[in-house]
């Protein structure tokens, strides 16, 4: 297990096919005319499209009910009715669909590209079909078929492509809330973040996943603070992105402590790509901090952060899609195209 499970509950109805109609043929010269009612039309389908774009379920925990449109009665002069609409669910790569209930997965849309889910009841035929010899004037038609509604289950192991480390407090959930859609809590203590929380980076038509994880403090990895178990959820991201608070003490030992915690979790952490960023750099005398910062590390890149300075932000947007660029959008771990894969044994959910 090594991402983060994206999961949600939707409902959807497929729709009622239209009636049959009952209607009679009336012409100047043909005043007794025969049946001529017309079919209902076809109930609207439920459909799961897979867009590659998308990245993680939050579009759904938006809006969270899809209905397809019912199927037009018939009209006279054999007319039929109109086919509902379909409804369209997109989702991402790697989405699996499950029963609620017993989370008995439905369908696996790994490799799809549209999966008709849910058809649209039938439309009922018209009087016009119930006309025999024997029966001339047949008062009744067929009711459509009624459509079926559902609630499901929808379920998504989204891989981050950049996973922040830094001290409680950094300022890592700030950063997180200002780039992406996510809404992580901030607070001025330690430790305000318990789960890992994901956020959607747009750029361009991707979305680029970025991953808080509560703070690591020394002695981390023999359990202190919150430990260092959740580093595996960021045991298969792109990149990491190393928080150095300016209005800390430790500024200029902090990113050798990180790095001490990372290897004592996992060695092969440390050889990922990594931006480094100096936050709060509005802070008293964080400007100077940030020289000297930069001077003990003069043979890489550090860029600066304020929430509060957009120039920054956006600056560490671009080192963001720039580290990402490349190492791939793309997965390339021999499991397929993307970096989505299904959570089959969700182990993670009973730990936090
Ligand atoms: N002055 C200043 N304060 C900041 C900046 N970024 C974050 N903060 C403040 O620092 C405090 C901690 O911010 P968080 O984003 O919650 O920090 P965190 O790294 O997620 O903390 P944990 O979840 O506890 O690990 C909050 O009071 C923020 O308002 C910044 O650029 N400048
Ligand atoms: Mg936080």
């Known amino acids: 297990?090594?991402?983060?499970?994206?999961?949600?509950?939707?409902?959807?109805?497929?729709?009622?096919?239209?009636?049959?109609?009952?209607?009679?043929?009336?012409?100047k010269f043909a005043?007794?005319?025969?049946?001529?009612?017309?079919?209902?039309?076809?109930?609207?389908?439920?459909?799961?499209?897979?867009?590659?774009?998308?990245?993680?379920?939050?579009?759904?925990?938006?809006?969270?009910?899809?209905?397809?449109?019912?199927g037009r009665p018939g009209q006279?002069?054999?007319?039929?009715?109109?086919?509902?609409?379909?409804?369209?669910?997109?989702?991402?790569?790697?989405?699996v669909i499950k029963d609620p209930e017993t989370g008995e997965v439905i369908k696996d849309?790994?490799?799809?590209?549209?999966?008709?889910?849910l058809h649209g009841g039938k439309g009922g035929l018209g009087n016009w079909h119930f006309r025999s010899s024997v029966r001339q004037t047949p008062r009744f038609a067929q009711p459509g078929e009624p459509g079926v509604e559902m609630r499901i289950g929808v379920e998504l192991l989204v891989i981050a492509d950049i996973g922040f480390v830094g001290f409680p407090n950094a300022g890592k959930s700030s950063l997180l809330n200002l780039l992406t859609n996510a809404r992580s809590k901030v607070a001025g203590y330690p430790f305000t973040t318990k789960i890992p929380q994901?956020?959607?980076?747009?750029?361009?038509?991707?979305?680029?996943?970025?991953?808080?994880?509560?703070?690591?403090?020394e002695g981390a990895g023999q359990g202190a603070g919150m430990g260092i178990k959740f580093l595996r959820h960021i045991s298969r991201t792109k990149a990491l992105a190393f928080l150095i608070d300016l209005s800390d003490e430790r500024f200029l030992d902090s990113?050798?402590?990180?790095?001490?915690?990372?290897?004592?979790?996992?060695?092969?952490?440390?050889?990922?790509?990594?931006?480094?960023?100096?936050?709060?750099?509005?802070?008293?005398?964080?400007?100077?901090?940030?020289e000297a910062l930069k001077a003990k590390y003069k043979d890489r890149e550090v860029h600066p952060l304020s929430i509060y300075m957009d120039e920054t932000v956006e600056d560490v947007r671009s080192a963001f899609i720039k580290v990402v660029s490349q190492s791939g959008l793309k997965d390339d771990d021999g499991l397929g195209g993307f970096?989505?894969?299904?959570?089959?044994?969700a182990e993670y959910r009973d730990e936090y």
């Open 31 to 70: 005043p007794k005319g025969g049946p001529d009612g017309g079919d209902g039309g076809k109930g609207g389908d439920v459909v799961f499209v897979v867009r590659d774009n998308l990245r993680t379920l939050g579009h759904l925990k938006m809006v969270r009910s899809f209905k397809a449109g019912n």
């Open 76 to 95: 006279g002069a054999r007319c039929y009715g109109r086919a509902g609409d379909d409804v369209e669910i997109p989702v991402p790569p790697g989405t």
């Open 339 to 345: 970096t989505t894969r299904v959570d089959k044994d």
């Open 109 to 117: 849309l790994t490799g799809e590209d549209r999966w008709t889910f």
């Open 198 to 217: 994901l956020g959607a980076m747009r750029y361009g038509d991707q979305d680029l996943i970025l991953a808080d994880i509560p703070g690591i403090i």
């Open 255 to 290: 990113y050798e402590i990180l790095c001490g915690e990372l290897a004592s979790y996992a060695p092969s952490l440390l050889e990922k790509p990594q931006v480094m960023i100096a936050s709060k750099l509005d802070e008293d005398g964080a400007p100077e901090r940030f």
């Open 1 to 27: 297990m090594f991402g983060f499970s994206d999961e949600t509950y939707i409902e959807v109805a497929s729709g009622k096919g239209g009636d049959g109609c009952v209607s009679f043929r009336r012409e």
